[in-house]
């Protein structure tokens, strides 16, 4: 095969289009067409810039009489190792590994200017969804940026089982807003509330309480309050009050409602 055929090969075998390589090697997609047709070839250092991209040795590239030589390692253990896809510019890069886990990449990186995407076990992008996802927007197990939905998430919005975020939603959560059945915040609203201003259906305790069992330390609202003018609450009565007046199935976090109490 000429060079031009060569670069077309491996470039087609990469599912590259010929404007995300020319951004990879800093050319244009015209120059691509002429390298690839005849009309043209690369000078020395986008030959060497070829050969690193796609692991295949100069003399591969430059002799037409040479079967493909993976540099370094034979070709199967370059293919069980590396991407189809690697291409980046000044506006976009992409990355997604060989190694598989069902139907996902082990790691997918895909970022830019625009809404591009990332999906994979780790997945870092500017929307990402993964096992352990990072991204200005990230969904996924462990998610991580700016909006995050996730068994675990962390951000200026978050979503999740555990979220923790400036606004926070989830079954335990903690923020500057934060809601949930456990939640803690400056503003706090949920079944178990606690914060400085604490709205919990079941117990509040913050400066200013409202719920069904109030502890507040300037306000306290509810059926069975209690008041401290900053001293330490009555912990043993406040027990006494949760573990009588909080329905069994909280027991879980009546545990933990009492161990806050003790904290405040």
């Not at 000429?2 to 090969?9: D, F, N, P, V």
């Amino acid at each position: 095969m000429t060079l031009g055929e060569k670069i077309y090969t491996l470039r087609t075998e990469h599912s590259l289009s010929q404007e995300a390589f020319g951004d990879s090697l800093g050319v244009s997609r015209q120059s691509v067409s002429k390298w690839e047709t005849g009309q043209s070839v690369p000078e020395i250092e986008k030959i060497v810039a070829i050969s690193n991209l796609f692991g295949v040795t100069t003399d591969y590239l430059l002799r037409e009489d040479l079967e493909r030589e993976i540099k370094g390692q034979d070709a199967a253990s370059y293919a069980a190792a590396h991407t189809a896809v690697y291409s980046s510019g000044r506006s976009h890069f992409e990355y997604k590994s060989k190694k598989m886990i069902g139907n996902l990449p082990l790691i997918h990186i895909h970022t830019g200017i625009g809404l591009y995407r990332a999906k994979g076990i780790i997945a870092i992008g500017n929307i990402a969804e993964g096992v352990l996802a990072l991204g200005f927007v990230a969904m996924g197990g462990i998610a991580l940026g700016l909006v995050s939905i996730g068994l675990f998430a962390l951000a200026t919005f978050a979503v999740g089982i555990l979220a923790f975020g400036s606004f926070a939603f989830g079954i335990i959560t903690a923020g500057a807003v934060s809601v949930g059945i456990f939640s803690m915040g400056a503003t706090a609203f949920g079944q178990f509330a606690f914060g400085a201003y604490a709205r919990g259906a079941q117990v509040a305790v913050g400066d200013v309480a409202r719920g069904n069992i109030a502890l507040g330390y300037s306000q306290a609202v509810g059926t069975y309050t209690q008041v401290s003018n900053r001293q330490p609450f009555d912990y043993e009565n406040a027990c006494r009050l949760i573990d009588e007046h909080v329905a069994p199935h909280w027991s879980f976090f009546k545990t933990w409602a009492k161990n806050m109490v003790k904290l405040f």
